[in-house]
């Protein structure tokens, strides 16, 4: 028997975007499945008066506090005004801070944001970004050997969303579409510098994307089962002839796709 739905509020106070508290509290709360996180996002809060707003709404709707704060004077605040109110917080770098200067001594200073400084690292995420946004669903194949990954698979493998992950990791990433009986570039065979991989799914699975995607439209060989795995064995047989790697995504998040194609890419150098 299912237990009902739960709610609980969850507050994220970050100094900086915040991009980095929301993915650690949602793996956490994502561990209660009958229990769903409300979010109250406050990003960039760097000054007692932002944080005291902050707390005005905390007040009227009191739940767990997680923060990233780098001043310490207002990480203080936060545990004093929680404590005071009753709420559990947790500051989310904290204990890693520690564990850091433990190893390698107290930093020099603490800067806001510092994960966010413009230096060769971010500007090599944009070039990602913009190549990969320029190669997608099989655009300018010809400069598919310039691309670090090249993904391929009929539609509806994730092959766009996982592409964009990845170009957020710095990689210059292109996706192919795999089209029943019709060939592929033929730069990507000629290509020796990019991992190419191929993504499957379940033909159940794809159907019920497919189907979501064309809704309200006719039915057609699109949504059809036993045309989609007409489709997926001619990916698959492409991908067997050219020794490409694949990876089934059926059950898979953008992120573990990702994962798996980074542990295969470090197989491979």
């Not at 237990?3 to 508290?21: C, N, R, V, Y």
């Not at 559990?88 to 390698?104: D, F, G, I």
């Not at 489709?231 to 998040?253: F, K, M």
Request: hydrophobic content about 40%; charged content about 20%.
């Amino acid at each position: 028997m299912h237990k009902p739905q739960s709610f609980f509020h969850l507050h994220l106070i970050s100094d900086a975007t915040g991009e980095t508290l929301l993915a650690a509290g949602r793996a956490a709360a994502a561990q209660y499945k009958n229990v769903r996180a409300i979010e109250h996002i406050y990003p960039l809060v760097r000054t007692q008066k932002q944080l005291e707003k902050v707390f005005d709404n905390i007040d009227r709707q009191p739940g767990i506090v997680l923060y990233t704060i780098v001043d310490q004077t207002l990480a203080r605040l936060v545990d004093e005004r929680c404590a005071a109110m009753g709420l559990p917080s947790v500051s989310v770098l904290e204990p890693v801070l520690n564990v850091l200067q433990s190893y390698l001594g107290p930093p020099a200073g603490r800067r806001v944001g510092a994960q966010y400084v413009l230096d060769a690292d971010y500007f090599r995420r944009i070039d990602a970004l913009n190549f990969t946004m320029e190669h997608d669903d099989g655009q300018l194949p010809q400069d598919v050997d310039q691309a670090e990954i090249v993904l391929v698979g009929i539609s509806r493998t994730s092959k766009t969303p996982t592409s964009i992950y990845l170009a957020n990791r710095g990689i210059r990433t292109a996706n192919i579409p795999i089209l029943l009986d019709m060939p592929l570039p033929q730069e990507l065979a000629r290509a020796r510098g990019p991992l190419i991989v191929g993504l499957v799914a379940s033909a159940e699975r794809i159907a019920q994307v497919r189907r979501n995607r064309v809704l309200g439209a006719e039915c057609s060989s699109y949504t059809d089962r036993s045309a989609i795995t007409q489709e997926l064995e001619y990916a698959r047989q492409l991908c067997n002839r050219h020794g490409w790697p694949i990876i089934d995504v059926t059950r898979r998040s953008i992120e573990e796709t990702a994962a798996a194609i980074l542990a295969l890419r470090g197989k491979s150098w």
